[in-house]
């Protein structure tokens, strides 16, 4: 099966599920770093408050479980009227709360919502006056948010367990999008989902070091803290989650995000989670060590993916595509160690068998800069040609300056134009430096995700493991390797025509 299209394909599947208005992110401001922590280990999900109710046949139910609040109805976009039961603003406990999966039932975001109290940066020594709480959310349940300053906060020392399957995903969208009146173009509905953690950053305060407890930075997008001594925190379980028509800015250059991880660790299951019309990122790391594999960030306003504070994971099968409307960088990899040399170590996040396809126009798909060091292995990066041909919004790669470094194996790039050489040639010399990295013809752009014929004829990546243990070994560069590899099927929508958001 041939990879290489038309961009028309491309639009016309997209199209259907590519939500996201004008009002994303500036093209050259990285987003503020934050900061670092230490994780309880990893603790089972509570089991459910309440066992479950027999399905309904015929209007929704009467009440709310316990532990939520009846606000009303909701009339969804197949016309049924469901029950609305409001999280509280607060989940405190060990057990905390579960949201259950119940026929008739949606769960509503309404303001901050915070599960636990921040316990500090110090995993050895939390905080005796403050509370740590647990969330656990069923397979298949819905939560919506129906303004910007909706969003669900993780504190650190405390943890959020989504228990999604394939065919039923948790899903955290808008309340238009559960009515059915959201358009190709609709983002920044509600906040989005922050989860703060323990895990080092590298955006100290004076002159403490990168993972001690004491070093820590208020997240983007709301007053709360993240950062710490503990690079194996947990924050818990995420697993077939998916986010729609979040992201809100708060102020210029201080937006709520798809997903803001922020100092977490690398106890935290992540996996399995797209990202769909984020009106700022889709996913944004702030340092932290959280490695995460089977990504996809579709239809994104500012950058798919953004990294910056000291990040050091690892990121494995992931598919980023843009919606033609909209859309900046697909990767914008940043630090701050060239603005300060004590802030250190730099970000180093390792990226593998991702698959980005982007539009003309935005940004770079990779910027890298601030002094970060890069990874990536396995990559396909292409953009349609298009009506332009050259200068900005075209790129495969940019790098800003002479402190960023990177490393590129079994790498293909096919853009109109491959480098946007802003620091003498850098970014043309870092691809160069690499095994296996090739500059391929635009005549044969891809503009859809599965590997086709010029994908297979680069040798993948051969010592993965040596690179993280967290990564699988393949042999095949890209996300998707053929049309028999469906790990994106079922659980995501908007990649393909039969599936819209």
Partial sequence: MSAHNNFKTLLTTFGA???????????????????????PPVQAPPPSQEPSDPPQTSGPPEDCPPGFTNVGTIVDRTGATLRSCQLPSLIVGVEGLVVPAREGIVYAISGRVDVGQDLGGDVNAPRTDRQRGTLTIEAGVRLYGSSGLDYLVINRGSQIFVQGTKDAPVIMTSRQSIEGTTTEDSIGQWGGLVILGRAPINTCAGTIPAGDAQCEAQVEGTNAFYGGNGPADSSGSIRYLRVMHSGFQVAPNNELNGITLAGVGSGTTFEYVQVHNSSDDGIEWFGGTVNGRYLVLTGNDD?????????????????????????????EMSDVSDRDPSLSPPSNPKIANFTLVGRNGGGAAILMNQGANVQYYNMVVTRPIGSITSGSGVSCLDVDDAATTGRFHSVLFTCPQAFDDDADGQAAALFAAGTNTVVGDTSTLTDIFVNGASEAAVPAYADLKSVSPFFQQVDYIGAVRDANDTWWQGWTCGLTADSSC
Avoid: K
């Avoid at 798919?304 to 909209?326: K, M």
């Fill in 303 to 331: 950058d798919s993916i953004d990294t910056d504070s000291g990040y050091s994971g690892a990121l494995q099968f992931g598919i980023v595509v843009q919606r033609p409307n909209g859309g900046d960088r697909m990767n």
């Fill in 17 to 39: 599920a590519a939500a996201l208005s004008a009002c994303g992110g500036a093209d050259d401001v990285a987003s503020p770093g934050e900061a670092v922590f230490a994780p």
